[in-house]
């Protein structure tokens, strides 16, 4: 038999091989891994045909492989988390009342009073007691103290000396948390007080004056020496006894008293502060029996300032009209238009009487209002007013109308 070449022999091969990988199927590929989170379950078997398989470059689905730029690509996300809700929490509302003083009572400055009361419910902190002179704050000498609360029962009380610095009407206002409880007073001397006392009441310390103006001067007194009261007006510097730019002395006794003195025209030149003095038993004197006297500086301005466009009246928070009486009203009117001051006496909107008055070169004037006989007892304004349209300017007391 004839031997076939090498060349026969590996093409023979090569068929044989074809043949075979036509009847046959090939081998499945290794399947490729997908990452996705991790799971309790243990997978022990899979089925995976040819057709099921993806190719090894073929994409991850974008759900499966997103991750936020923020965290590292091994930390998954954080679980999102419901906001934090804050439990609206109401305010607490305060029940304060006042037992001690009541409405207008008489209080004795100088001697120790008792003041009490309660609160409902009983708050965290202190409450604060301040005594108020004409209605306003006079640089916080009344600010009496800081009561504490019984915890148990709500109640509160404090004694305290009421200084010598002011009588006549008064409030006293007790707060806590916002809520003010606020009580009429009427401050006085002792009757049997023994010692020289002078206290003013007009002007308060760090109110305005004008030069060339007419001052109102109002107070209390008790023992004067000489039964005398000296009044002195000194300018800068306002703290020695060299500059005295006006001075007046007058009788008086036990009880209030009244002056007034004109400001000098040239007291503002180069000076925007004074000083009021008023004692008895001698304006230089430095009599250690004189127990309390007046020493306090005052605003003052020239005419020309705008702050020298204002009204006063004598002692306002005193003013009580009584239906069908004719009340005297006191008051000073500085730069009124037209030279005229309307002087009005309202409650509500009602004007229950009206008097146009003319200030004199010191800006001094005087009047009386005459409220109807069948006028509503209650509280009232005095209304002083000047002008019209861009010039009206007014200025308005709290007053009293009597039965």
Request: proline residues 10%; aromatic residues 4%; negative net charge.
């Amino acid at each position: 038999m004839k031997k076939q070449s090498l060349p026969t022999a590996i093409l023979a091969i090569f068929i044989i091989l074809g043949l075979i990988a036509c009847g046959e199927p090939a081998p499945a590929p290794t399947p490729t891994a997908i990452p996705g989170p991790p799971t309790t379950e243990v997978v022990t078997e899979i089925e995976v045909t040819a057709t099921d398989v993806p190719p090894t470059n073929t994409a991850v689905p974008e759900a499966a492989t997103a991750v936020s730029t923020t965290l590292p690509t091994d930390t998954p996300p954080a679980e999102p988390t419901e906001p934090a809700t804050v439990a609206a929490t109401e305010p607490i509302s305060y029940t304060l009342t006042v037992d001690s003083p009541q409405p207008n009572q008489a209080i004795t400055v100088g001697r120790d009073f008792t003041f009490s009361g309660s609160v409902s419910p009983v708050p965290s902190q202190r409450l604060e007691v301040e005594l108020l002179t004409n209605g306003t704050s006079s640089n916080g000498e009344n600010v009496l103290a800081f009561a504490d609360v019984d915890a148990s029962t709500g109640s509160w009380q404090i004694s305290a000396a009421i200084p010598f610095n002011r009588t006549g009407p008064a409030t006293l206002h007790v707060r806590v948390a916002g809520v003010d409880t606020a009580v009429p007073v009427q401050l006085q001397l002792a009757e049997d007080e023994t010692r020289p006392i002078v206290i003013v009441n007009q002007p308060m310390g760090g109110e305005i004056i004008v030069a060339g103006q007419t001052l109102l001067i109002s107070g209390e007194s008790r023992n004067l020496i000489d039964d005398s009261i000296q009044v002195g007006l000194f300018g800068c510097p306002a703290d020695t006894d060299e500059n005295l730019e006006a001075d007046i002395e007058f009788s008086a006794g036990n009880g209030p008293w009244r002056a007034q003195i004109i400001v000098p025209e040239t007291a503002a030149a180069n000076c925007d502060t004074a000083r009021l003095r008023v004692t008895t038993g001698g304006l230089l004197s430095n009599n250690p029996d004189v127990f309390w006297d007046s020493d306090q500086l005052l605003t003052l301005v020239p005419p020309t300032d705008e702050r020298a466009n204002l009204f006063t009246v004598w002692e306002p928070a005193q003013l009580t009209f009584a239906p069908g009486r004719a009340t005297e009203v006191v008051g000073t009117a500085v730069n009124p238009i037209d030279s005229t001051v309307l002087v009005e006496l309202v409650q509500g909107d009602v004007v229950l009487a009206s008097v146009t008055v003319t200030p004199d070169v010191f800006g001094y004037w005087e009047t009386s209002l005459t409220p109807p006989a069948d006028a509503a007892p209650g509280e009232a304004q005095l209304r002083l007013s000047t002008g019209t349209n861009d010039t009206y300017r007014e200025t308005t007391f709290p007053v009293t109308l009597g039965s």
